[in-house]
Antibody
Framework: EVQLVESGGGLRQPGGSLRLSCAAS????????MNWVRQAPGKGLEWVST????????YYADSVKGRFTISRDNSKNTLYLQMNSLRAEDTAVYYC???????????????WGQGTLVTVSS | EIVLTQSPGTLSLSPGERATLSCRAS???????LAWYQQKPGQAPRLLIY???SRATGIPDRFSGSGSGTDFTLTISRLEPEDFAVYYC????????FGQGTRLEIK
């Protein structure tokens, strides 16, 4: 059974940093691109970032480019999102999500974690 | 960037009725890269449809997707109580985008 479990959310002041983790199980982690998607309170879904299975390809939404860094440790089956220079508008539930097909970055997301809440406020 | 516009914003229907949800893209997109998701309160989104018309694993056949170019549709043939939720369309690729969502509520 595929499982994605996010952790690391919390309250930070504007300008602060936070690192999110997503522990994956139930599939060959290194074979799939992985993604971060966020949802501000009461709002819709916003794609944040994608990383290829090998970690060699990374993609970012313009809203986070230069501030957030996606990475993965395939030996630990774990996805990360390093969030720096946080802003109030980064407040959201952050979901990790798995691409549906092997070795395709830029696919639909067939499994999602339960999300972790990041709040940026002074 | 491709902008997806969903309509209506809210759809009020009764169980047993047919639901038709629309997703319009700002420019033509490949049907291979259009998906639909369902999200219930407090839950993560669930993939329903990919490639505009293919049902994801475990999705009941009352859900169907269609369309091409700039206009795509999600149809729920006979609404069940558990279908009342928010639905999002998505264009996926190197820079995925989501529509703003359609809330399907019980009339």
């Amino acid at each position: 059974e595929v499982q994605l479990v996010e952790s690391g959310g919390g309250l930070r002041q504007p300008g602060g940093s936070l690192r999110l983790s997503c522990a994956a199980s139930g599939f060959t982690f290194s074979s799939y691109a992985m993604n971060w998607v966020r949802q501000a309170p009461g709002k819709g879904l916003e794609w944040v970032s994608t990383i290829s299975g090998s970690g060699g390809g990374t993609y970012y939404a313009d809203s986070v480019k230069g501030r957030f860094t996606i990475s993965r440790d395939n030996s630990k089956n774990t996805l990360y999102l390093q969030m720096n220079s946080l802003r109030a508008e980064d407040t959201a539930v952050y979901y990790c999500a798995k691409d549906r097909r092997i070795a395709v970055a830029g696919d639909e997301f067939d499994y999602w974690g339960q999300g972790t809440l990041v709040t940026v406020s002074s | 960037e491709i902008v997806l516009t969903q309509s209506p914003g809210t759809l009020s229907l009764s169980p047993g009725e047919r639901a038709t949800l629309s997703c319009r893209a700002s420019q033509s997109v490949s049907s291979s890269y259009l998906a639909w998701y369902q999200q219930k309160p407090g839950q993560a989104p669930r993939l329903l449809i990919y490639g505009a018309s293919s049902r994801a694993t475990g999705i009941p056949d009352r859900f169907s997707g269609s369309g091409s170019g700039t206009d795509f549709t999600l149809t729920i043939s006979r609404l069940e109580p558990e279908d009342f939720a928010v639905y999002y369309c998505q264009h996926y690729g190197s820079s995925p985008t989501f529509g703003q969502g359609t809330r399907l509520e019980i009339k």
